[in-house]
Each structure stands twice: as C-alpha cells, then as structure tokens.
C-alpha cells in the first residue's frame, strides 16, 4: 500500500472549486461524464461513469473533502483528503491519497495529475 501526496495550484476561488468537485452538474462540466454525487456524508458517489466510486466521509465547506475510494475487495479502506487553501492568485491544493494498491499506484498517480486535477486546472483556466 502507498500514499500519493501533491499540491496542485488552480487560478479559481476555493468556492468555486469546492462546487467543482461537490456539485454532480459541474462536475460532467469538467470531466464530460455524468457524476452521481451529492455534498451529504455518508453517501455513495461515482464519477467517470463508475470508473471512481466511494463514500463521501467528510465535508467541510469551501475547504476540505474526505472520500473512501473502492479498490475490489480491498480490506483497508483507501482514503482521499482534498484540503483547499485560499492564495492571492487561486487556489493552493493539497491531495493526499492513502492507501493504494500498489499495483494501482502510477495509474492512480496520472489519473490524479492528468485527469482529475488537470482537467479541472483547463476548465477554470481555458
């Protein structure tokens, strides 16, 4: 098992992508695929047409997210900390991903930077 830790650097207010990543209609925006999500913990989502699936454990407005994210029948939940930090110029983010799947671990890697946070750095920065 291993941990992914990045910081990612976005030309958008924290609300703004705290929407981005919260609100299922903002998310198709960015990634062009239907997102079933909801801001409530506790509750199941999927993005990328069932490619990313979980729980949302935590929320704390404008500022962080906590996730559970599937990997099989994995025994140790993986788990997904995005904190947003409010700068001058954007926003500062901060992912840590702990837990993955060895095997998974540099597919997880370029998802994170190339898919996840990439996309959403063109959406608000085009």
Do not use: C
């Not at 976005?10 to 801001?39: C, Q, R």
């Not at 962080?64 to 983010?93: A, C, H, N, R």
């Not at 060895?102 to 996840?116: E, Q």
């Amino acid at each position: 098992m291993k941990t992914y830790t990045q910081h990612y650097f976005i030309k958008a207010s924290p609300e703004e992508i705290y929407t981005a990543l919260t609100n299922p209609f903002t998310i198709e925006l960015w990634t062009g695929f239907p997102a079933v999500m909801e801001e409530k913990e506790g509750i199941e989502f999927s993005l990328w047409e069932g490619d990313i699936v979980g729980k949302n454990l935590e929320f704390e407005k404008n500022r962080k997210i906590v996730q559970e994210w599937y990997f099989g029948d994995q025994e140790e939940p993986s788990v997904v900390t995005i904190l947003l930090i409010k700068t001058k110029k954007g926003t500062k983010i901060k992912l840590t991903h702990e837990n993955i799947p060895d095997i998974a671990y540099d597919n997880m890697k370029m998802g994170w930077d190339d898919f996840y946070f990439g996309n959403l750095k063109r959406f608000f920065e085009f």
